[in-house]
């Protein structure tokens, strides 16, 4: 495995030099070292993808008996899932290197049948929730249509799939009514409680909390706009820019009265926030709407660590929150729970379920319905009480 000047690993035939430059390498199917010069990564690991592929439009079909399902998948990650958020690049990763790599990674891909599909969604059962085995079901459709199209293969071999039930999902967390005031008096005294308070106002996700930036913010329209996410890799030590989860997580929303307040302290408390020299950073990301390239600055970032001047890691988030339930008294939950308790809140008090889903930015009403709202006891009596009263 190669390495960058920081020691991390860059994949087999890759390795950066001390002029900062990537130096790729492979072996063509003659048996030929094919070397080349790169001043990004990405080109240089896409160079070793393709070129294991020794993809070539004019007779890719007489070379294709070579190709293993693990090559194909590397050429894929690269070449077509490049502008997926952080998220979905390691939800791909994390479902093909432990559950599609040990069942079919090193079979030709040409030879590879439904049975062989179906025996990697078999082996997850009664060990994986049923929305993990659909994002292993999604990454390998998604790998294997893509080899039907570019001419790889010529038939699915997942026509046929049984996708069967895996383990009962467990129910998410949201706050009742009453834990809810008790965690905002117990968050009020900590330095993140207009985050906490945003997020019950928004229902906006970690990622995109953390990437707000004060161009997202519209005083006037009173407006909160989502373009990004930002999050912290353990992994490289580095802040990562994205594009949101999905096409529909692109949106803007209507600012709550409480959530207007909450920015504009934060905007008026701005000059006086203490800033690392991390914040001089700018950070590239695709956005997906036109495939083109935008910065932010971390500097114009409407959330920073009042101790250390930089973006707040969402792990302090997790760790602050599990020191305020202690605190109020309430069970210890995550950030989303916050994104749960919001669409919560907003079903009891009447918001029709389609505007919900775009408040949200989930992809279809579905999403909305079955995974974040959940009715509360009171409410469930409060509905009966409408039906009988007739109001």
């Known amino acids: 495995m190669g390495k960058d000047l920081k020691g991390r690993e860059l994949g087999k035939g890759v390795v950066q030099r001390k002029d900062k430059r990537y130096y790729a390498r492979y072996t063509d199917f003659r048996g030929k070292r094919i070397e080349g010069y790169f001043d990004k990564v990405t080109d240089a690991k896409r160079f070793v993808a393709e070129g294991k592929l020794n993809i070539d439009v004019s007779d890719v079909s007489d070379r294709k008996q070579s190709f293993t399902v693990d090559e194909w998948y590397d050429f894929w990650m690269i070449t077509f899932k490049s502008g997926k958020s952080p998220n979905t690049q390691r939800n791909y990763r994390d479902r093909y290197k432990s559950n599609i790599q040990p ?3 090193d079979m030709p891909i040409e030879d590879v049948r439904v049975m062989h599909c179906q025996k990697v969604i078999n082996n997850m059962v009664d060990k994986y929730a049923q929305g993990t085995i659909y994002q292993t079901y999604i990454c ?21 799939l049984v996708m069967p039930r895996g383990k009962r999902k467990k129910d998410v967390h949201f706050l009742t009514i009453e834990e809810q005031e008790k965690f905002i008096r117990a968050a009020s005294k900590t330095h993140n409680s207009a985050q906490f308070k ?28 989502v373009n990004r996410t930002l999050e912290y890799r353990y992994s490289t030590r580095i802040w990562r820019a ?8 692109y949106r803007t929303i209507p600012m709550t009265k409480e959530a207007y307040e909450i920015l504009l302290e934060v905007w008026e408390k701005k000059p006086f926030r203490k800033e690392s020299e991390l914040l001089k950073q700018e950070l590239e990301y695709i956005d997906l709407r036109n495939n083109t390239t935008k910065k932010i600055k971390l500097s114009n970032l409407v959330f920073i660590n009042y101790r250390t001047g930089e973006p707040t890691k969402n792990s302090s988030y997790d760790t602050n929150l599990y020191k305020i339930c202690e605190r109020a008294g309430i069970k210890p939950f995550c950030m989303h729970a916050l994104r749960h308790t919001f669409a919560t809140r907003c079903i009891e008090r009447g ?22 709202v959940h009715m509360t006891d009171d409410s469930l009596a409060e509905a009966m009480n409408i039906f009988e009263n007739g109001q």
């Open 242 to 249: 994205g594009p949101p989860k999905t096409m529909s997580s």
């Open 198 to 225: 945003l997020l019950l106002n928004t229902g906006l996700r970690t990622g995109e909390l953390i990437g707000l930036s004060w161009d997202d913010v519209d005083f006037e329209a009173r407006t909160i706009s």
């Open 103 to 105: 069942v079919i990674g």
């Open 140 to 160: 390998m459709g998604g790998m294997l249509k893509s080899a039907v199209q570019n001419g790889i293969i010529s038939k699915h071999p997942m026509d046929g």
């Open 351 to 372: 918001v029709k379920p389609k505007a919900l889903q775009k408040i949200l930015g989930h992809s279809n009403l579905a999403t909305t319905m079955d995974t974040y």
